[in-house]
C-alpha cells in the first residue's frame, strides 16, 4: 500500500494482509460504534464459511484458541485426558489444552514439517482421547495414515487449520476430515480481522455443544474492539512507513504502541507462561465480522498469488545454500496455500535476519527458535520435554519463513532471493 511514499520495507507478519479497501474499511468502522458488536454480518460470514468448506455448522470467535476450546469443551476432553499435537507449535493451541487441565503430548515432526504418523502412533496411550493436526504453513498433513490411526484408536480428531484456509487433500478441504476444525483470523493468518476465529464441524452432537459453549460468552468490550479496529490503520499509516525511514525507530513505536496498550499483543506475556486469560473468553464482535468477510471475499486472489510467490521462491532458491522442505514438485492429490514459504540452514538464523534487517527486509515472524512458539514461550509451562521431539527442534533452530502475503510483488521477492542467493 502506498498511502506515503517511503522506503518500502518488506515483512512476513506485522498484518501483512490489509490492503486499501481494508484499511479504509476499518477506518469507517471506527466511526460507527453501533455496529461493533451485534449485527447481521456474524452470520453472514458463518454462513459463507461454512458453504465455502461445504459442512453444515460454523461459529465465530474472537480467536482461533477460543474455537478450539469450544471444542475439546464440545468433546468433553477433562482433566489428565491426553490430545496429541505436534511439536513446532504454537502456544495458544497448547494453552487451550491446558486450560481443560488436560495434558498435551507433543509429537514430533515429518519433513513437511507437519505431525509424523508414525511418531504419533507410538505415542498414543489408554488416556489419548484426541488428535490435533496442523496443516503448517498450509502444507496438508498426511491425512490418510492419520485417519486410519484416528479410526484404529476411536480416537477424536481435531483439524488446526489457522494456516490453512483453503488448503486441499484428495480434492478436499483441509478443515473436513475430523471431527471439528477450527480456523484463525489473526493479524497474519490467510485472511484477517487481527483476532477472529472460526469452529467448524458436521457432527451435530458437537455442534450442538458448541452453540452452548459460545451462549456462555460475552461481547469483548468497546475498548478491545478499537484496539483492533486501529491496529490496521496505525500498521499501515504510521508503523510500516516508520519502518521504511529507520528500522530501530520502528521497533521503538510499535512497542510503544504496546506498551500504552493502543495496540493489543498477538499473543500475551501471560500466555506465553501457559495461562490463558477468562476474560480473553468473547465472541467474535460483528465489526470484526464485517472486516474478516472483506478478506473472505479475496480468499482465491489472495491464496493464488501465495502459490506463485512460493513458486518463486522455489525457482529462484533451487540451487541455494538452503533447504527448502516444501519444494517437492506436483505432488499427486495436494493443493497447498503456503501462508510462509519456509527454507532451512545450518547457518546461524539470527545473523542472516539481522543482516536482512540492514535492507529492511523483516523476517522474524516468531515461528522460530522453539518447538512451542514464539521463541519466549516457557516450554515447561507448556509440558514440553526437551529433546523429546529431536526433528521440531532442529527444524525450529534452522528455519527462516519467506513471506507469500499479498503485498509482497515479484519485485520484493526478488531482492529477498537475491539476498538469500549471497549467503555462503
Avoid at 20 to 39: E, H, N
Wanted: hydrophobic share 40%; with cysteine.
Amino acid at each position: 500500500m502506498k498511502f506515503l511514499q517511503y522506503p518500502k520495507p518488506i515483512f512476513t507478519a506485522l498484518s501483512p494482509n490489509t490492503e486499501k479497501d481494508d484499511v479504509l474499511l476499518a477506518l469507517k468502522l471506527i466511526s460507527q460504534p453501533k455496529k461493533w458488536k451485534q449485527g447481521k454480518e456474524i452470520q453472514e460470514l458463518e454462513e459463507e464459511f461454512k458453504k465455502y468448506l461445504g459442512l453444515n455448522f460454523s461459529s465465530s470467535f474472537n480467536s482461533g484458541r477460543v474455537a478450539l476450546m469450544a471444542i475439546l469443551e464440545a468433546m468433553e476432553i477433562k482433566k489428565k485426558d491426553e490430545v496429541l499435537l505436534q511439536a513446532f507449535t504454537c502456544n495458544s493451541a497448547v494453552n487451550s489444552i491446558l486450560e481443560r487441565e488436560a495434558k498435551p503430548i507433543f509429537v514430533d515432526i515429518d519433513d513437511t514439517l507437519n505431525i509424523d504418523p508414525k511418531d504419533l502412533e507410538r505415542k498414543i496411550t489408554p488416556r489419548s482421547r484426541a488428535i490435533m493436526v496442523q496443516h503448517t504453513f498450509g502444507w496438508p498433513a498426511q491425512m490418510e495414515e492419520i485417519l486410519r490411526i484416528v479410526q484404529k484408536r476411536q480416537l477424536f480428531l481435531i483439524e488446526d487449520c489457522a494456516h490453512s484456509l483453503g488448503t486441499k487433500y484428495k480434492g478436499k478441504f483441509c478443515g473436513t476430515f475430523g471431527a471439528a476444525s477450527f480456523f484463525s483470523f489473526g493479524r497474519d493468518k490467510i485472511i484477517s480481522s487481527v483476532f477472529g476465529g472460526m469452529a467448524a464441524t458436521n457432527n451435530q452432537k458437537l455442534a450442538e455443544k458448541i452453540k452452548t459453549f459460545r451462549k456462555k460468552l460475552d461481547h469483548p468490550s468497546d475498548f478491545w474492539i478499537f484496539q483492533q479496529l486501529i491496529h490496521p490503520i496505525l500498521t499501515n499509516l504510521l508503523i510500516m512507513p516508520t519502518y521504511g525511514l529507520n528500522g530501530t525507530l520502528g521497533r521503538i513505536l510499535l512497542g510503544a504502541f504496546h506498551q500504552t496498550k493502543i495496540l493489543s499483543k498477538a499473543v500475551s506475556n501471560q500466555e506465553k507462561k501457559g495461562k490463558f486469560s477468562k476474560h480473553f473468553f468473547r465472541t467474535l464482535p460483528n465489526a470484526l465480522a464485517i472486516l474478516a468477510f472483506n478478506q473472505f471475499k479475496k480468499l482465491e486472489k489472495f491464496n493464488k498469488h501465495r502459490k506463485r510467490i512460493a513458486q518463486f521462491y522455489q525457482e529462484q532458491l533451487e540451487n541455494s545454500n538452503f533447504f527448502l522442505p516444501l519444494a517437492r514438485g506436483n505432488e499427486e492429490n495436494i493443493e497447498p496455500i503456503f501462508m510462509r514459504y519456509p527454507v532451512l540452514t545450518h547457518l546461524e538464523t539470527d545473523k542472516i535476519l539481522t543482516e536482512a534487517r540492514k535492507r529492511k527486509i523483516f523476517l522474524n515472524d516468531g515461528w522460530r527458535k522453539k518447538p512451542v512458539v514464539p521463541p519466549d514461550t516457557k516450554l515447561n509451562k507448556m509440558e514440553y520435554r526437551s529433546k523429546s521431539c529431536r526433528r521440531a527442534e532442529k527444524t525450529a533452530h534452522s528455519i527462516i519463513n519467506l513471506p507469500t502475503h499479498i503485498n509482497i510483488s515479484k519485485k520484493e521477492a526478488q531482492k529477498i532471493v537475491d539476498f538469500f542467493n549471497q549467503i555462503k
